[in-house]
């Protein structure tokens, strides 16, 4: 199958969605599939064709959401270009520009369209109209969904029951929608593949010593990964034990915030910011963690979780359906739904080593089940679907056409 993945952004940006778009385009590669990548071109304003690994980079303008583009929704130079890959479906990962650019080439050349629903972009407007009409910017942002999700795309993928719901419930859209939590290589994540030498220069880098009790974020630092909580809790935790260490991995918008919270609560003895990471160092920060800990309420899934959970780490999130769909609480995480709770939590694995590794060793099973060929067999499914459903459109079209001209001369 010869398979055309349209997204905004993509390799050297880091993201979930770009973690989950490397993980489906090497394991379907792997399966024997062509996959080609379309994408913004975040390091130069020049297309870019790598031949080998089948990317295509188009220039955009930045956004001002992160390090992101927006390209043009129809770029001549690229149709061609895409139109010689003969592709036997597309799958969209993003809803605006190249979103766009996706349903165009899909309709021009009769080809079968697939959409993962990655974000919950109504979180993300303030970045982009600075609190000014926010709520007519969302109603904008729900209709342009609505519109590309059900009337556009052949078949639907969310990664949880929640996304589910939002369209279900509140957007009513009537589209065929298909749950599959994203998968990851997990297997990157195991301890027995990570080098132990590198692990130990790491935690020297950050002064990291065995009596530590380490707490990880990872993650954008933007106002909707609520990253202001954990650094709030974390003046109370060390005042019953100041081997405490919140590791925050990651950049964003709020960094700089952040680290002028931590100054004024001081707190620089206890959180330490790393910054941008690569994707190959991201193992080894979680392997320094006892404790793996978010208070987003914006995710769609979360990758990070079960990255996390991979690497025998414990999750300690906010009560939302996102993480339900991944964590039983209390058998391979725990979950809290306001400060005073997350604070217990922890306190408690402080002082629990014991039910501490019952809970990692649990979180490393269920991470298995999310693991990169599980997540490409669920979506080729629904790739064949997509393609089946379209040959009949085809067919049944056609036969419609010639009933109406029938019919007409018949007149």
Known sequence: MRI?????????????LVTSEVMLKKALEKQGHEVYVVTAN??????????????????????????SRMTSIYPIQAVNKIKSWKLDVIHSQTEFAIGTFARLIAKQYNIPLVHTYHTMYEDYIYYITKGYFEKSSKKLVEYLTKFYCDKTATELIVPTTKTYKLFKEKYKVEKNINIIPTGIEVERFFTENLDLDQLTMLRKTYNLSKKDFIILFVGRLGEEKNVEFLIKAQKNLIKEHSNIKLIIVGDGPDKEKYEKM???????????????????????YYQTADVFATASKTETQGLTVIEAMASNVVPVCMKDEAFESMITDE????????????????????DNPNELERLDKQARIQAESYSSKFYADKVLAVYQRAIKEKEEENRFGIISKIARNIKERLK
Not at 333 to 350: A, M, P, S, W
């Open 4 to 16: 055309g993945i349209f997204s905004e952004t993509y390799e050297p940006y880091i993201s979930g």
């Open 42 to 67: 975040l390091e130069s304003f020049k297309y870019q064709y790598d031949e080998e690994e089948r990317i295509l980079k188009i220039p955009g303008i930045p956004t001002g959401i992160y390090d």
């Open 262 to 284: 931590t100054r004024d609560l001081n707190l620089e003895d206890n959180i330490i910011f790393t910054g941008k990471t690569s994707w190959d160092e991201m193992p080894y």
């Open 331 to 350: 058998l391979n995480g725990l979950l809290f739904k306001d400060q005073e709770e997350y604070e217990k939590l922890i306190l408690r694995l402080y």
